[in-house]
């Protein structure tokens, strides 16, 4: 099956700096690439995605690039706030196959 | 536009207890329907999932179990908790297509 690890497990970043988290999968044939953020206490919400036909996507200050070749996908912050602060997601999925398998998350701080 | 409920919002329950946990979905039909489970601090572990009415897959055996007796409606059962049952459990939906999923409020549940 599917498997999908994520770096960096936390991350501390200045206000006003880039963050950049990234994710591997094994699953060539995975073409769904979502991002979740997820604050404390609260859901995980979808902020962006990206399908397999695409190589980046950009929605404001968040952006993701997807390397099929490499098999690995980033999510890009810029001009971090502090409302950044939060545990974000990723995963994966393919067509036809009913699950997302997601990462492990990452802990992001925006240091005010 | 389609909303997700889920009930109660917290519960303490003691240890050998029973559970029933409840989640619905408003404003679409035959969606695919998700269980999950967060410890505290840690990722999305996926508990069932359902393609229709009395449909369900395991994923982890455990003392769970769920139940879809309607379209929309998903149940989390236990017949007797433990400990480790504390958790965020998140319910969570999907249309057909595309492959996104989102996730309903949760329910933080303690087991003491």
């Known amino acids: 099956g599917e498997n999908v690890e994520q770096h960096p497990s936390t991350l501390s970043v200045q206000e006003g700096d880039s963050a950049v988290i990234k994710c591997t999968y094994s699953d060539s044939a995975s073409n769904y690439f979502p991002w979740y953020k997820q604050e404390l206490g609260k859901r995980p919400q979808l902020i962006i995605d990206?399908?397999?036909?695409?190589g980046e996507k950009k929605d404001q200050r968040i952006a993701v690039t997807l390397n099929k070749t490499a098999k690995h996908f980033s999510l890009h912050i810029t001009e971090t706030q502090p409302e950044d602060s939060a545990v974000y997601f990723c995963a994966a999925s393919r067509r036809g196959n009913e699950k997302l398998t997601f990462g492990t998350g990452t802990r992001l701080t925006i240091i005010p | 536009s389609q909303t997700i409920h889920q009930w109660p919002a917290t519960l303490v329950q003691p240890v050998g207890s029973p559970l029933s946990l409840e989640c619905t979905v408003e404003g679409t039909s035959n969606p695919n329907l998700y269980w999950y489970r967060q410890a505290a601090g840690r990722g999305l572990q996926l508990l069932f999932y359902?393609?229709?009415?009395?449909?369900i897959s395991s994923e982890v055996p455990q003392n769970l179990s769920a139940s879809r007796p309607q379209d929309r409606q998903f149940i989390l059962s236990s017949k007797k908790l433990l400990l480790s049952d504390s958790g965020f459990y998140l319910c969570a939906w999907k249309p057909g297509q595309p492959e996104t999923q989102y996730f309903g409020p949760g329910t933080r549940l303690l087991v003491l």
């Open positions: 990206i399908r397999s036909n695409v």
């Open positions: 359902s393609v229709g009415i009395g449909q």
